[in-house]
């Protein structure tokens, strides 16, 4: 209960939690420190890179993110 957001509009791995929800990255490919920012509607935690501002992702969490 610490406010997960669920954010929409993901790619399927963005969805699975192995891209950023902000810019894309391929964690798979990309080793960039990376922080929880919520949950995809599939229930998967999905990450968003640090220099990401994952607090801009929550206020995207409307599905503007594309
Ligand atoms: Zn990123």
Excluded: K, N, W
Aim: with cysteine.
């Amino acid at each position: 209960m610490s406010g997960e957001a669920i954010i929409i509009g993901l790619t399927a791995p963005q969805a699975d939690g192995l891209a950023c929800v902000r810019c894309g990255a391929d964690y798979l490919r990309v080793r960039v420190p990376h922080v929880p920012v919520g949950r995809s509607v599939t229930g998967s935690q999905v990450f968003a890179c640090l220099g990401c501002c994952p607090d801009d992702v929550r206020r995207a969490a409307g599905g503007v993110l594309r």
